[in-house]
Antibody, heavy 118, light 110 residues
Framework: QVQLVQSGTGVKKPGASVKVSCKASGYTFTNYGISWVRQAHGQGLEWVAWVSTYNGNTNFAQRFKDRVTMTTDTSTSTAYMELKSLRSDDTAVYFC???????????WGQGTQVTVSS | SALTQPASVSGSPGQSITISCTGSSSDIGAFNYVSWYQQHPGKAPTLMIFEVSNRPSRVSDRFSGSKSGNTASLTISGLHTEDEADYYCSSYTSTGTYVIFGGGTKLTVL
């Protein structure tokens, strides 16, 4: 079955870090990149970053550039996004999506709720 | 900045509706890389249209996309109650952000 399965809910304190995983199955992991998109409660979608599963190249939305790290493990077909120095406005659902290029996200994970609260 | 969509649209079963998505000459106007996503409450988005007017094979032909200048449009014909959802447009952009989304449109099927 072609799918992306993400790690579970996380609750973090301001200033901490969170690492979200996204495990792919049913297709060749290294054939497509992975983008991360977040959605605050009741709000729209916001693109965060992209990683090439082939060579590890990355691209970030400017506002996340200094706080996001993305890695991949091709042996387990898993992508990871780590967001550091968390703030309350980072509270959102974070989705990973298979990225076929040029804003074409054809497969999405179920989403991971990240809550930042003291 | 985000692409501009109407906050809400509505229609009755069997009717047709169109959702607009307005950008600029740096995104929609410059590239044929507009996608549309459907999102039901509490669920992940799903791809409905890509590259302005192409449909994934699993998507009904009641969904169609088009573009004129800096504005893209999604048309849903023969509305079904299950079409009630939020719809988001997105576009590749040359501004360095890579991709931007619209603010989303809530479709109500009355």
């Amino acid at each position: 079955q072609v799918q992306l399965v993400q790690s579970g809910t996380g609750v973090k304190k301001p200033g901490a870090s969170v690492k979200v995983s996204c495990k792919a199955s049913g297709y060749t992991f290294t054939n497509y990149g992975i983008s991360w998109v977040r959605q605050a409660h009741g709000q729209g979608l916001e693109w965060v970053a992209w990683v090439s599963t082939y060579n590890g190249n990355t691209n970030f939305a400017q506002r996340f550039k200094d706080r996001v790290t993305m890695t991949t493990d091709t042996s387990t077909s898993t992508a990871y996004m780590e967001l550091k120095s968390l703030r309350s406005d980072d509270t959102a659902v974070y989705f990973c999506a298979r990225d076929r290029g040029s804003s074409l996200f054809d497969l999405w994970g179920q989403g991971t709720q990240v809550t930042v609260s003291s | 900045s985000a692409l501009t969509q109407p906050a809400s649209v509505s229609g009755s079963p069997g009717q047709s509706i169109t959702i607009s998505c307005t950008g600029s000459s740096s995104d929609i106007g410059a590239f044929n890389y507009v996608s549309w996503y459907q999102q039901h409450p509490g669920k992940a988005p799903t791809l409905m249209i890509f590259e302005v007017s192409n449909r994934p094979s699993r998507v009904s032909d009641r969904f169609s996309g088009s573009k004129s200048g800096n504005t893209a449009s999604l048309t849903i014909s023969g509305l079904h109650t299950e079409d009630e959802a939020d719809y988001y447009c997105s576009s590749y952009t040359s501004t360095g952000t890579y991709v931007i989304f619209g603010g989303g449109t809530k479709l109500t099927v009355l």
